[in-house]
């Protein structure tokens, strides 16, 4: 799987399909002379060697001819004659602030090693890593570049530690996770952008001379650009073409950039925002990055996402919940907001157990004296009036109606009316002298002090331990502004940020790993933190405060493309839809809803015999094929018009669930066929509503026969079965 061609001086990393080959250059500089499709164990030396240069770059080493500018890097420095931007940047004490770091060795180990306080993937098996030990002769300093290369899951993943071995503290001003040269800039930039409510647009563009990317500043990867970036060809489509993805393992604020040079080449990068960072490496310490995620397929972006599904399916989730059915939950957040009593709840709860429901989930406003958004956070103990008594007597009726119990908490905040901040107000994110800014009524509270963490340890401890709690929704509400600690010293101020993820990590990591049996999802007002690095510690998040199904269309595609149907959270809440006020039918919302973890949110009270009804069929059929809905192969399917339908299909063994919604009625068309894809072209597959059969060869060349649009068609699922 990866190997050490001597002769040739060059590392072949290889997947069943991919191939990423590393050759250190006679100056010891590596070079990144090939990623893309396998091509197998062929010298690829000719690759930088022939270059023709182009002029007025400088010569590296004072060797004529040598334009290290020109060469793809595997992990740039500044310093030299490539003026590019560099991947990392540091800065000494006195006060040079270049670098040169060439290979010393290498070992390739069995396995992947786990990273110090972070998220990361984790090895099943047929995985090998690759570690490439550079050294700065001048400053004593040690840099590790980690890759290692997931075999069968045609994944790879990187991380890159500085280890100081010089006498002097050194400060870290920049160190991506990852950087690609590409010796092209032939390419379709492509993120997943958005806002509160509208997260995951799928942006598409093509690259342009100079610097381009996204990035976030808020103390959270957040709703505006998700740590996510893919160079694609141009003609790449859904089923077909080169496409080169980079995802982050990490929760903070991120930068992924490409940088087209002035030859038409272009670096791509992906690691912790240098805005607003750096980090002090006292001797003998070392910083380790976050991980990257990377890949390259040629099958377009239908295997991309699946590569990435099933690989964080299995190497990332942990492993008890990645592929367990999850409950179909009832959340009373859009049914009461705060305005709820124990009768309230308990109705509510009785009217979902009825219907098939298998999880209550009290969202905001159980506990201190939370009646608003203004107070209250931080209190973390039950309010026994509005909840009628204890809250384990609470529970208990719940769980006598056949349901789970389920709550809802936003512990990294604290509401400035709360004992928590009377008792504690010097424990809140703020800048001496300044006033902090409130945010939803509240002020964040320090994550990166020891003594926050362990409170918040104790108290999510206590309130598990004492109350059968099978799951919790942990929620952040905001952004993190006054950035800083009264925890480092003046001049380490830019440490904050990194030191706020790491402890809320490890918040996460002691509890999530205490209490291995509750369900932890994860929200930050909707998908502000949909990243892999929480996915690591809770196997679902909600993925949008907006839960009008139209909106969800495009929001659950964007989601899609990276992560799995059972990472992502769906509700059928109201109609009219209380963020955009439109109406939808009950089977639209249901449809959409099931893409992935499915649940209601509304009134069950105020609907109708026949919407009860047909709530109790969504429930009964997403139980019957719950393990196809969460953990099918998912493909997003090509329609008629983009702009006004959606498909996509989900296969699991021999069921395959097809779904198709088409949000107006167009007067005077004609009914077009769905095409479906990736079938077995001569297993016969059954359509259970008419018992009609098809080869997969038809289903996919012909296609499944689409209602005709009208004023009442709302969208439609088949259910096929393969036969043989
Ligand atoms: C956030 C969440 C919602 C809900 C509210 C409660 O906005 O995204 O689902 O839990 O908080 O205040």
Known sequence: MINYVEEHRQFNLMT????????????????????????????????????????????????????????????????????????????????????????????????????????????????????????????????????????????????????????????????????????????????????????????????????????????ASGHGQNPFLALADPETTEDAGAVYGMNLVYSGNFIGSVDVDMHQNCRMQLGINPFEFDWELAPEASFTTPEAVFLFTAQGFNDMSQRLHHFYTECLITPSFAKRERPILINNWEATYFDFDQPILLNLAKEAADLGVELFVLDDGWFGNRQREDSSLGDWFPNQQKLGGPLPELIQAINDLGLAFGLWVEPEMVSPKSHLFTEHPDWIVQVPKRTPQQVRNQYVLDLSRTEVQTYLIDCLDRLLTENNIAYIKWDMNRNITDSGTKNLPPNRQKEFGHRYILGLYHVLETITKRHPTVLFESCAGGGGRFDPGMLYYTPQIWTSDDTDAIERLKIQKGTSLIYPPAAMSGHVSASPNHQVGRQTSLITRGIVAKQGNFGYELNLLDCTTVEKEIIKDQISQYKKYRSVYQFGEQTRLTVFDEANEMAWMKVLGDQVIVSYLAVLAKPNTVPKRLKLKGLAPQATYQLLESEASYRGAELMNIGLDLPRPSADFYGKEWILVKKD
């Not at 010569?59 to 004659?81: H, R, S, T, V």
């Not at 790879?156 to 800039?185: A, C």
Request: aromatic share 8%; proline share 5%; with cysteine.
């Open 16 to 219: 069943t399909k991919t191939q990423l080959s590393i050759n250190i250059l006679p100056t010891n500089q590596l070079v990144l002379s090939y990623f893309g499709e396998k091509i197998g164990d062929v010298a690829l030396g000719y690759v930088t060697k022939e270059i023709k240069r182009a002029s007025y770059l400088a010569n590296a080493d004072n060797i004529p001819e040598f334009k290290l500018e020109q060469y793809p890097l595997l992990y740039p420095a500044y310093g030299n004659p490539d003026l590019r931007n560099p991947a990392f940047q540091l800065s000494h004490l006195d006060g040079s602030r270049i670098s040169d770091f060439r290979y010393v060795s290498h070992n390739i180990q069995k396995g992947k090693p786990a990273l110090p306080g972070l998220p990361a993937t984790f090895a099943t098996n047929q995985v090998e890593t690759l570690e490439l030990i550079l050294r700065d002769e001048v400053k004593g300093l040690e840099q590790v570049l980690s890759i290692s290369c997931f075999e069968k899951k045609d994944v790879f993943t990187q991380s890159v530690r500085l280890i100081n071995q010089g006498q002097d503290p050194i400060k870290i001003e920049k160190v991506m996770s990852l950087n690609l040269d590409f010796l092209t800039d032939r390419f379709d930039l492509l993120t997943l952008s958005g806002a509160w409510g509208r997260e995951m647009g799928l942006e598409r563009r093509p690259l342009h001379q100079g610097f381009q990317g996204i990035d976030s500043k808020r103390g």
